[in-house]
């Protein structure tokens, strides 16, 4: 299996270059080189005609160390026996295309419904559901416990907070929680499903409404897509622009998680003080294009609005306040004994399972686990080891807090060197339409892990398929790890340490 | 009697929702905020007793004595208490113990009105309550057993004198543990951090709150209000044991509602300068306070 085809972040490929290995070739490549530290980016299935056609399964594996994307395709086929057995990182990645296809992977040991909704070509359903109609969300057999004492907990899908929709099922033994079952699929959309065919003119504020809070995250990735599959390179203006945007975007989120972790705890000043922070770093982004969540600011070619100096001046001088009452304030709260007595040992993921489960961003480098697109798969946004290694052993509320003190710490800086001297450059060039029969990779660190999208395009140059994973889609199941044997009285804090999306998982 | 009887009456029913008051409002100074207007929970009240309730078919009369009991409970305990130089209307030998199990008997309806809605949150607020309960309860004993040796009077009313001990003597050092673990008493039974946390909205790490969720309209209102006079009636026995007294009534009344209030501020930076602590930590910290009653006892007894 040499001359395997290795495209770098951001890169396209012909479909035709994707070598077509035996489902045993298939499975024998992905689990060494996923033993080996190579992490499963993407898994997708892409029909070979109408109906119940079968399905050529695609797997994107990335390598940190070179810097590389490797993608390998299996035979098409409309049974599969299931990884997820030898390679747990596959999990979701089966269920979501048995739910999308109707197709079963056998073997598989937790095989369930993942968004709830009818498959994709109307025929056949893998859990025998009626295809004419639309599932009931949630619709499915739950694990449970039994025995004296046990009992069940049901959180959600309406929660006491302004929050989105889930629903958290706990088994309990008194206090102890001895297993939680997340399902989601509130909010599912069919996002994807809705950008197949195009590029449309709507598809950009699709992808920025995705999830919210990663506008500019899933806008960057999206833009790198049909950057790579028009094969051209944004300028070093609109890439200093981005790395401003996404470190921006970074900065509002982990500030908010910082005031949220601290309400949680029921420390009050940090908690009053990062509330009003998080405000001011949304002004900022919203100085640059005149949306607090970058809406309109990324376009596939560059950036939709420019940063002239007379700004970057005004965002520096503002940027000097925020940015010694966020060192502040997080002083505090790392400096506060019963603050940390709560953060301490408190839903603890083993870097075992981390690796296991593939967990990525702020999640995974909380567990040891280093990643970092930003380093290891930089493109055209950043510079070379400009981008320290950030990482935690502790794999616990405390570690993910840290992680995210050291990435607040390096994103201030980082604004700053920014804002000085941006580099010239065309602000927008529209790249030409995409090229046909091609499969394009792009990752981008959003600020809770790197935010990827695989983009499958036909012999038109139009997207046949199109796939979005976003951190939360692999961070969930640490979650759910991080709650066994623990205090279920602690998993607000857990949930919040994690923070993550449920429209981004969705979708 | 009947003098003595509406002095305290008007104290609970006026003062009471001021002290939640304060404690919000020094809070949101704390944390850099404006906050909300002093006399909120009065407003609060007034709109909540206006207001229709909703109630859970499921539920029996059970779950509409809570509340009533949580009221009555409050305002009888409060006549077996002296407010400062205001004697307590009630007052014979032991009364202690009714006190005592009268806030039990509060707590045994709302817990009974909790388990009535056969809310699995409920109920595990409810197991949280009556476990911390049982930790809290020695601490009280011990440390009226401390005030009745002090003063060598059984009753409330005779228990609480202010000690003119230094503070150097056995009896001063007694005196201060017993103020001391009043206050962490008071703390964990009315549900303020670092024990509970009665702003957040997490139903899961809730212990009183939780209780009380399924309650509506006047209902929600008799627990609140209930809730404020419990407070009161908790910063009336540490202001008791700390009130200055010269003897003139109108000044050593003034000095104590004033302690009341400072009470609840010290409440509210308590509250702003820590976390609230891991559910499992918490029996651990009651469990000490309890021998820290003790000492006070030891310290007396040698």
Redesign the interface.
Known sequence: MSGLPVIKNGGALPLAHIPRLTPAEFAAFCKVRLTEGARLVACLAVPEGEGDAPLTLYAVLADDQAGDLLVIAQEPQREFESLTPRIPQFHLFEREIGEQYGVNFIGHPWYKPLRFHAPWPGGRDAWGRDPKRHPQIGEMTYFTVEGAEVHEVAVGPVHAGVIEPGHFRFQCYGEKVLHLEISLGYQHRGITRLIEGGPWPQTPMQIETMAGDTSIGHMSAYSMVLEGLGKVEISPRAAALRAIALELERLANHVGDFGALAGDVGFLPTSSYCGRLRGDYLNMTGLLCGSRFGRGLVRPGGMGFDLDPAMAAKMLAALGPVARDTRGALELFFNTPSVLARLEGTGKVSARDAFYLGLVGVAGRACGLDGDVRRYHRGAIYAPDEIPVMIEEGGDVLARALVRQQEVEHSLEFLHQRLTTIAAGELLVAPPPPAPDSLAVAMVEGWRGPVTHVAVTNQVGRFRRYQVVDPSFFNWSGLALALRDEQISDFPLCNKSFNLSYCGFDL | MLGSLFMHLLVVLTLSPLLAGIIARV?AK????QGQPLLQLYWDLAKLFRKRMVISSTTTWLFRAGPVVGIAVPLLASLLLPFGPLAAPLSFSGDLILFVYLMGLARFFTILAALDTGS??E??GS??EATFSILVEPTIFVIFIVLARLSGDFSLNGMFVPVKAGFNTPAGIAMSLAILCLFIVMLAENCR??FD?P???????MIHEVMVLDHSGPDLGLILYGAAMKLLLFAALIANLLRPATGNLLLDTGAFLVLLLLLAVLVGLV???????????VPQLLIGTSLLSFFALILLLR
């Open positions: 809070k704390v944390g850099g905020r699995s949150f109920g595990m197991a949280r951090i670092p946390d702003n957040t909205h997490l139903e899961l790490t509250e702003s300068a820590m976390a609230r602590l891991r559910m499992i930590r």
